[in-house]
């Protein structure tokens, strides 16, 4: 869990795929771009505006970033568990998620 003001959190999560991006790339130097996969636990309420009206938020930042970007079901299961699985695919060359 990260916590803090949103430009801390932002640049916490910055060090983090930093910090993962190069033990990847010391693990297998001959694969030019190592594929990672990051979960984010969102709160539902977020969820629908990473969605938005006719998922086309949710296509630009997958056609801007070029990860796959994959929202878990609302699971009602559970009460009072009001958060989803936010699942983030692809490489982290560039940062491209900073910078877009």
Known sequence: MVSGGINEILRAVEFIL???L???QSEDEN???PKTKVR???PNGSCGGIICKGCA???SFIEKSQ???KISPQDNNYYGLN???VTLTGTLDD???FNT
């Open 83 to 85: 958060d989803r699985l």
């Open 22 to 24: 190069s033990e990847l």
């Open 57 to 59: 938020t949710i296509r």
């Open 18 to 20: 930093s910090k993962l």
């Open 40 to 42: 984010l636990i969102v």
């Open 31 to 33: 694969d030019v771009e």
């Open 95 to 97: 940062n491209k998620c």
């Open 67 to 69: 990860a796959g970007i």
